[in-house]
């Protein structure tokens, strides 16, 4: 009779440890689910409070804040296309140059050929210019020159643009903090001997706030453009390097 009585008493024990379990992993998934959640609402919060706070900049700022804004995503698209045309393009691609030499030494042009047709490259498509060149009993180095030019102008298209927007940035937040502190000096003279100087300092910060956005879209602008400079640098010196070499395996040919 003590022994059931001792086996029921550890059963109801386990029992009971199992209900607790089941009610603390409840509880924990409750909790979870409910962290989740108010995270996802701060981050919604966070997105719209984001969006509306552009409003009152903008409309303190004026136009010249507008324009920049402009100026931003105009900015922002041409660095997406850069990016995105160096990717294609394979610039980091050079394996190919030393299949098209190994066989250009052998005497193999046709092969040559076949190799640089196969790489989606400008500096494939300027190699394939020369050998081209070269089959057809024209001058390797013209060609070379010719499509190598072309090449190197699609790398650096839009670049212009990116100086532009860099250098008139900064120059066009100067001006709208020079006009606000314009419009706040007259606003201080109009309140006479009432001056409050609640209305200078309000009208400086306007004025300076699009100094702000100015460099804030020179800055990134200008960074992209040292960047994507150095990537087309590269590539001049490896399609230098490359004509170099093919112009005189096709002469030793």
């Known amino acids: ?50 969006i509306w706070e ?4 903008v409309d303190k700022g004026g136009p010249i804040v507008v324009i920049l804004l402009c100026l931003s995503v105009l900015s922002l698209a041409i660095i997406l296309l850069k990016v995105f045309q160096f990717w294609r393009a394979g610039l980091s691609r050079r394996g190919f140059i030393e299949t098209a030499l190994d066989k250009l030494k052998a005497g193999d042009t046709e092969g040559a050929a076949t190799v640089l047709r196969k790489t989606r490259s400008p500096v494939a498509r300027t190699l394939l210019a020369g050998v081209e060149g070269s089959l057809n009993g024209g001058s390797a ?3 070379i020159a010719r ?39 007259q606003q201080l003279q109009l309140a006479g001997n009432k001056v409050d100087p609640a209305i200078l300092s309000g009208g400086i910060w306007v004025a300076l706030l699009t100094t702000a956005v100015g460099l804030a ?26 004509s170099s070499r093919l112009v005189a395996a096709l002469r030793s040919a």
Do not use: H, K
Not at 7 to 33: I, K, L, Q
Not at 54 to 57: G, Q
């Open 1 to 50: 009779m003590a022994d059931e009585q001792v086996v029921e008493s550890e059963e109801t024990v386990e029992a009971g440890a199992g209900v607790a379990v089941d009610a603390a992993s409840e509880s924990g998934d409750n909790v979870a689910a409910e962290g989740a959640d108010a995270v996802l609402d701060a981050a919604a919060a966070g997105a719209d409070s984001g």
């Open 54 to 57: 552009l409003i009152p900049l």
């Open 141 to 143: 180095e013209e060609e």
């Open 147 to 185: 499509v190598g030019g072309n090449e190197l102008g699609g790398l650096q298209s839009y670049f212009r643009w990116l100086e532009v927007i860099g250098n008139i940035s900064p120059l066009l937040g100067l001006l709208g903090t020079v006009i606000g502190m314009i419009n706040a000096f």
């Open 217 to 242: 879209v020179a800055i990134p602008a200008i960074a992209s453009l040292n960047l994507l400079e150095s990537r087309v640098d590269v590539a001049r010196l490896t399609l230098r390097d490359a």
